[in-house]
């Protein structure tokens, strides 16, 4: 009896070691307590709503995590029943992704869904903060990329290409509202990282209020591989 009793504290303590190795691992990865993001995410969401959707309500007081995207989001109905609404939440920004008001404004500002500039694929954004949600949070992105038979640049003519895609991504798209960050990626065929999947080096520029984007900003950011 007492060697049964025995083994079912061990087996109790090391169930109770793998919950907190796990827990521990989910916070060093997100940054934040997985109960604590859920928490804070959850009411930065509900503020928002209360602000720009005051007909929606909350399906529940926890925001659920989601490892794609590395983000949170909540469930909102309309107070009738009339409906169900998603809106996600970005605990490192600090943005409330809303995508049916970032379409509605896509479309306003008559900026393709997935634009192009010089023949490359580019991407713009909208995200907004829950304590002033009337003014969207834009950011433009444009990836652009070398094939295997041009010469590999060193990374001096590699900032320099980047940045003369930075400017003609941001001269076209930021006429049609502020921007606050520009994201520029670029990609040799002929470079791949460890594991063996394309080799992408980025630079993205974080934008002031009224601070427009200029060559030295990009040619002078942190480059980052990835």
Do not use: C
Not at 72 to 93: A, E, H, P, V
């Amino acid at each position: 009896m007492h060697a049964k009793n025995s083994k079912s504290l061990i087996t109790a303590v090391v169930i109770l070691l793998v919950l907190f190795n796990g827990f521990t691992l989910l916070w060093l990865v997100l940054g934040w307590s997985p109960v604590l993001g859920n928490l804070v995410s959850a009411a930065q969401l509900r503020a928002y709503a209360a602000q720009v959707y005051p007909d929606l309500s909350p399906e529940g007081p926890w925001a659920k995590y989601d490892p794609v995207s590395s983000g949170y989001f909540l469930d909102f109905t309309l107070k009738d029943g009339g409906g169900r609404r998603s809106l996600g939440y970005d605990l490192k920004s600090g943005l409330v992704e809303d995508e049916r008001r970032e379409t509605v404004l896509r479309e306003e500002l008559g900026i393709a869904e997935t634009p192009e500039v010089n023949g490359h694929m580019a991407f713009w954004w909208a995200k907004w903060t829950p304590g002033s949600p009337e003014e969207p949070v834009v950011g433009i992105r444009i990836d652009f990329r070398d094939r295997n038979d041009a010469p590999v640049p060193d990374e001096a003519a590699m900032r320099e290409a980047m940045a003369d895609q930075a400017m003609e991504l941001y001269e076209d798209l930021s006429p049609r509202t502020p921007v606050q960050s520009v994201s520029v990626h670029y990609h040799h065929e002929a470079q791949e990282d460890r594991r063996g999947a394309p080799l992408w080096h980025s630079i993205t520029v974080a934008l002031p209020e009224d601070q427009p984007l200029t060559r030295e900003l990009v040619l002078d950011g942190t480059l980052s591989r990835s």
